[in-house]
């Protein structure tokens, strides 16, 4: 594992000026990824590019998003110091790491078994304590249950009905919904026990929601 530079600090600032001039407008999204060193999340080969803006493999066929989708879905969600936040898709902790910058109470679940325990190795070595769960995340955490924000980090076909379920009154899921190719994000606010309101925002290309509420088993 390499250290977290003067050099690397100075690239975060950086990125942190580009995200505020594509949008991000939230401080303390904009701090905390100013915080975390995201080069540390990567395979040594692709450290260098570790600061663009862009998403890079992360073996497994899945990729640790661009910082422009995780600063924009993190804005999203409108994290509170108290809130118990639920993330599908841990790939390689980098949003976890985020998320943990806005709140203690973070869940995070892996569908892929390699990449679970590489990643809950990865954050246990860097004092990072989420509780991770490895499993089928379309399906929610029904045991740890309610949720005041749930963010899903992969493409899925449709709103997952056992998501929504699992939102607090007054919580929010932001998932990106679409076919293979092309998702639109998605805000959903429970209103009350019955009640949903949502609203449709940018377009993003993820990959696919596996499991039985998303894509199916891949
Ligand atoms: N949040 C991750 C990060 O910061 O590196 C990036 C996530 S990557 C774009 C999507 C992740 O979702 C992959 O690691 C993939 O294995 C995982 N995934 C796909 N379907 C899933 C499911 N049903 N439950 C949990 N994780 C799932």
Redesign the pocket.
Known sequence: MSADTYRHRGMRRALVEELRRKGIRDERVLTAIGTVPRHL?FESAFQPHAYQDK?FP?G?G????QPYT?AYQTELLQVQPTDQVL??????????SVLLELTPHVCS????QV?FERTARHLAGLGRTPRLFC?????GLPQHAPFDKILV??GSPTLPRPLLRQLRVGGALVIPVGDETSQRMMRVVRESETEFSRQELEEFR??????QA?WGA?
């Open positions: 999340f998403a992360i497994e899945q990729t640790i998003s995780v993330e599908i898709g841990t790939g390689s902790g980098y949003q976890c679940i892996e569908y892929n990449l499993g089928d995340g379309s399906l980090t992969a993820f990959v696919p929601l596996l499991g998303g891949g």
